[in-house]
């Protein structure tokens, strides 16, 4: 499980980043999306992985997990995709206005 | 409770209201959005002036929003610090806003909104207490700020916005990678909470702590635009419109802010594991950025570039007294912060009457059409080239020399003197450069249609007497300052009133 986890966020974060550090902004949405779900699989993880366990006091049930990560995660979720909406519309206004993708706003020099 | 208690939460409560004000009242009612963007701004003024003068007397507020007790829910506290930032935020942005009400709102619909929200995230993120709360503060004072940038539109500003868009939100998930370690070590968020759980933790964390530490450093220095981060900030402040780059020169300061807050309560002498660990870093860093940002300076085309640079540079100098993480140091920096904001809103604001007064916008440094006011424009920017300099009789040189006095008589002492000075001249003669080129190698004729400054220049003026009166008060400020960075390097007294200890 934490060996499974660890690779998924590894995997998320080094196909965000090969992906952000491209010159076109769609593959620089893409990438900045896909380095926030490996952060927000991190921040999960930090609430400690423990399998079938409540995140709310029962009477009874005495094996609790720490219910802050996933609230902070949710908050994060939420701005993310504020954000990348927000930035879609700007790359779509980049291509309306300047007329090409680049992340420079110009072509670079053949 | 008394309407006093709840001073802590106006800062956000008021520009939060306005901003929802004026999005709901969209549509041609700008003077409606204009009266209301005053009323909450000179509001906010008031309250932190307020604020300012209870956390100096000693006091130090803190709110419960949720009412529970410490350590759980989000407080906000109001420290010497905090007040300190909220005076200076809420002086740069009535002159912005007063500036941008003669005209310059005018380019589109929601220009007084995106500036309420951007007072909304900034105060917050000076008051809150809580690092997740402050990440969140972050995105408010983020998203507002890049539609205030883009605000007017254009090809500049939209490649601008971009670069800067994509930079924060990477630097955005830095931050919860940062502020998500830290919560795995210890526990907590609160601020006061970690302080005290990191001070306890086994040697073994040691690395996990500073890891986490030096993640929220870089993700601050994005914010505070120090050497290897820097790159954004000239294009970005160069392109954006005169109000709006003259109320970005606090956002800078937020990443400033961050660090001294942080960095002293969190990973301080008495952290344990995480103790000091940007005290060898902080200061290299900062004297590096300086020496680039000088250089810079020196070589940019345009006026509004050298003013970013410059702003830059007064980053590199501000931080270079903080790294040396003494009494003195911190109290001559944020001296030194209050003035070089308002100096560098002042140029910016300069550097547009300049530009209008030109023709086609243009403040690039060649040759141009005379200027029809060059008696009050010259004299504005004469004043701020003084200020930003550091030469006598301004604020700007109280502050350099508080901080080369408070800079030790060991070698990292003597490298602050010679780069700070060095720089200093550098920065003299470039901005001298600027100011013969500007007003004194120009056509003999006007530009056609150039028009006055009238109203514009009464918000730059105010300005300018904000610096004189803080050269004038030098001594109540300072040893404000003094107090506050008292208060910073002991924190038992900020974790206590947090935590609700005995």
Known sequence: MAFLMASAIGVLVAAGIFLLLRARTFPVILGLSLLSYGVNLFLVTMGRLRG???????????????????????????IGFGMTAFLVVLALRARLTLGNDHVDGEEPDA | MSALSHLAILPILIPLVAGLICVLARGRLRPLHRAVSLVSTLAVLGVAVALAVRTGAGELLVYRPGAWPGPYGIVLVADRLAALMLVVTAMVALAAMLYATSGGDGRGRHFHAFFQLQLVG???????????????????????????????????????????????????????????????????????????????????????????GLLLLVVFGLKAA???????????????????????????????????????????????????????????????????????????????????YLLIASVGTMLAAIGLFTRDGIAAGLYYLIHSTLTVAVLFLVADLLARQRGADTDRLISGPRL???????????????AVVGLPPLAGFLGKAQILAAAPATASGWWLWAVTLTGSVIALVAITRAGVVLFWQTESSPA?????????????????????ALTVLAGPVTSFTTAAADQLLQPAGYISSVLGGP
């Open chain 1, 52 to 78: 079938g366990s409540a995140p709310i006091l029962v009477a009874g049930v005495t094996d609790q997990v720490d219910p802050l990560p996933q609230a902070l995660v949710l908050t994060a979720i939420v």
């Open chain 2, 122 to 212: 900034l105060n917050g993120a000076f008051l809150t207490g809580d690092l997740f709360n402050l990440f969140v503060f972050f995105e408010i004072l983020l998203i507002a700020s890049y539609c205030l940038l883009l605000y007017g539109g254009g090809e500049r500003r939209t490649k601008a916005a971009l670069h800067y868009v994509v930079l924060n939100l990477a630097g955005s998930a830095l931050f919860l990678v940062g502020v998500g370690t830290l919560y795995g070590v210890t526990g907590s968020l609160n601020m006061a909470d970690v302080a005290v759980r990191v001070a306890l933790l086994p040697p073994t964390d040691a690395a996990l702590v500073r890891g986490a």
């Open chain 2, 226 to 308: 120090v050497m290897p981060l820097y790159f954004w900030l000239p294009n970005a402040y160069a392109s954006a419109t005169a109000p709006v780059a003259a109320l970005f020169a606090i956002m800078t300061k937020v990443g400033v802010y961050c660090i001294v807050r942080v960095f002293t309560l969190i990973f301080g002498p008495l952290a344990g594991p995480g103790a000091d660990t940007i005290l060898p870093w902080l200061l290299p860093i900062a004297l590096v950025t300086q020496f680039v940002a000088y250089g810079g300076a020196f070589a940019a085309r345009g006026l509004r570039r050298q003013i970013g």
């Open chain 2, 372 to 386: 029809i006011e060059p008696g009050r424009i010259g004299t504005l920017f004469f004043i701020g080239a003084i």
């Open chain 2, 448 to 468: 056609p249609a150039a028009p006055r400054t009238q109203g514009r220049a009464l918000p730059v003026i105010g300005l300018v007497a904000a610096l004189l």
